[in-house]
């Protein structure tokens, strides 16, 4: 996996895509320190979690085609708050590191501006993530809230969560 950030294909994904996208994020599932689902989540319960029908998922391959990391953005709420969207992401564990995150955050900006979202809010982002909230601060996030306690870290016990958002 050594394609630069600038050899990335990302676009939207597809039914057939699914199988490499269960292969992205089922170990950071299963790992259980960034995302609210249980860590022996099934398969057809995490395909419902992360694809849902008002929303958009993408895939960022290499030149060789292989899925480096995926996001979904939705809306955040209904009715009169479906303006700002939510987002999620997960880059492969052979991709981290290369600034992948920032560049799928930047990108997933890009595609929230196109369907008409006003602003991206992120509900959860555990303190602990210490490369996620670093990248998404380089995408322009910011901290607008923390949440004390509010993530049970399979390590560290309690941590803390960041309420993140940025104006589109």
């Not at 992360?50 to 958009?56: L, Q």
């Not at 602003?119 to 909230?133: D, Q």
């Amino acid at each position: 996996m050594s394609a630069s950030i600038a050899e990335l294909n990302i676009g939207q994904q597809t039914e057939s895509d699914w199988p490499e996208v269960w292969r992205v994020i089922e170990p950071a599932f299963r790992a259980g320190e960034s995302y609210p689902l249980p860590r022996h989540v099934g398969e057809e319960e995490a395909k419902r979690y992360w694809i849902k029908t008002d929303g958009f998922n993408a895939v960022a391959r290499d030149h060789d085609d292989k899925v480096l990391g995926v996001y979904y953005l939705r809306p955040d709420q209904g009715g009169p708050g479906d303006h700002i969207c939510n987002a999620g992401y997960v880059i492969a564990e052979a991709a981290r590191g290369r600034g992948l995150a920032t560049t799928l955050c930047l990108q997933s900006q890009d595609q929230a501006r196109a369907m008409g979202f006003r602003g991206m809010k992120f509900n959860l982002v555990v303190s602990t993530n210490e490369p996620a909230v670093k990248a998404w601060k380089k995408a322009g996030m910011e901290i607008i809230g923390t949440v004390p306690g509010a993530f049970r870290h399979p390590a560290r016990g309690f941590v803390d969560a960041y309420i993140m958002f940025s104006a589109l």
